[in-house]
């Protein structure tokens, strides 16, 4: 799916969306520092990246988007409450919510934004989309509610096909790397990762479980000690390779995979804008939110696109 066309749908007059702009001079970056590492961030390619973001799904929106000052520790288990239902047949649809929270500063260039003229802080966006199980198909709503009538095709594949690949991943961490690597053929660990938790519906529980395993024996990858809110105002683990990559050293940008903090499910992703950038002209001397997402999966399949667990 392409986000950048979700967003110019919901709101074709806004100023075009950040992450493009800076997609040619993030992708220099990125060839630069392969020749250098594979424990990147590996930040990926905007085609993938705004793919991944646009399939994923989530929900409303937070009143407040500052880091909480809970800590984070190493005792999370996935519960059997948070065990994955029963699988849906081939011909069922999965259904997810995403908000997505955007600022409104207009990127004249990679370090300085600048707010548009009477314009609020964000920008909301809320999709709809259903996905059919066994073949990849999706529908998602227009901005006035209505059930777009296109059917298109979802980049990853089906969602069964994925879920199945995902069972057979072994669970002990280094084996598990290279089987993802043999799955997916771009980027570093960390990006394999990252995409296969904003990509795939139905992970299962002990699947997630390895994964966020694997995810911290990677090489400069860091879990934040505190927690943050998504989009939702809920609660998640903020995850992102150390800010001496290329791209965030340049850029003075992060972005974070935010993930529940007891099942390791897919809640959404935050852009930050770190100390030393500009905005306005001036240089920031704290952290300022630029993009949350809240991604909202349902347990229960429906029949058809449309219909609503």
């Known amino acids: 799916m392409d986000e950048m066309t979700t967003l110019k749908t919901f709101r074709p007059?806004?100023?075009?969306?950040?992450?493009?702009?800076?997609?040619?001079?993030?992708?220099?970056l990125l060839d630069a520092a392969a020749k250098q590492t594979q424990h990147r961030r590996f930040w990926p390619r905007a085609g993938w990246k705004l793919a991944a973001a646009g399939a994923a799904a989530g929900v409303a929106v937070a009143a407040v988007l500052v880091a909480q000052v809970t800590p984070v520790?190493?005792?999370?288990?996935?519960?059997?409450?948070?065990?994955?239902?029963?699988?849906?047949?081939?011909?069922?649809?999965?259904?997810?919510?995403?908000?997505?929270?955007?600022?409104?500063?207009?990127?004249r260039d990679d370090l300085n934004p600048v707010p548009d003229k009477n314009s609020p802080p964000y920008w909301e966006f809320t999709e709809e989309t259903w996905t059919q199980y066994g073949s990849g198909k999706t529908r998602r709503t227009l901005l006035n509610g209505v059930l777009d009538s296109v059917t298109s095709q979802a980049l990853t594949g089906s969602?069964?096909?994925?879920?199945?690949?995902?069972?057979?991943?072994?669970?002990?961490?280094?084996?598990?790397?290279?089987?993802?690597?043999?799955?997916?053929?771009?980027?570093?660990?960390?990006?394999?990762?990252?995409?296969?938790?904003?990509?795939?519906d139905t992970i299962p529980s002990d699947v997630r479980l390895s994964l966020f395993r694997a995810l911290k024996?990677?090489?400069?990858?860091?879990?934040?000690?505190?927690?943050?809110?998504?989009?939702?105002?809920?609660?998640?683990?903020?995850?992102?390779?150390?800010?001496?990559?290329?791209f965030t050293k340049e850029t003075h940008r992060r972005d974070e995979l935010l993930l529940d903090p007891e099942t390791y499910e897919y809640r959404g992703e935050r852009t930050m804008m770190l100390v030393g950038g500009m905005i306005d002209s001036k240089v920031t001397t704290e952290e300022t939110l630029i993009r949350v997402t809240a991604v909202q999966k349902f347990e229960t399949a429906v029949n058809k696109p449309g219909v609503r667990p």
């Open 73 to 107: 520790t190493d005792t999370h288990r996935v519960g059997a409450e948070h065990a994955t239902s029963a699988e849906p047949t081939d011909g069922q649809w999965l259904y997810q919510k995403t908000l997505t929270r955007q600022s409104t500063l207009n990127f």
């Open 159 to 200: 969602p069964k096909k994925l879920r199945q690949r995902l069972e057979k991943l072994p669970s002990e961490p280094r084996p598990l790397l290279r089987s993802l690597a043999q799955v997916i053929h771009f980027g570093g660990d960390y990006q394999h990762i990252e995409y296969t938790f904003s990509s795939t």
């Open 13 to 28: 007059d806004a100023p075009a969306a950040d992450r493009a702009r800076l997609a040619p001079g993030r992708q220099r």
């Open 217 to 246: 024996t990677i090489p400069g990858v860091v879990v934040r000690p505190q927690l943050v809110k998504d989009a939702m105002g809920r609660p998640a683990l903020a995850i992102h390779p150390s800010d001496d990559n290329p």
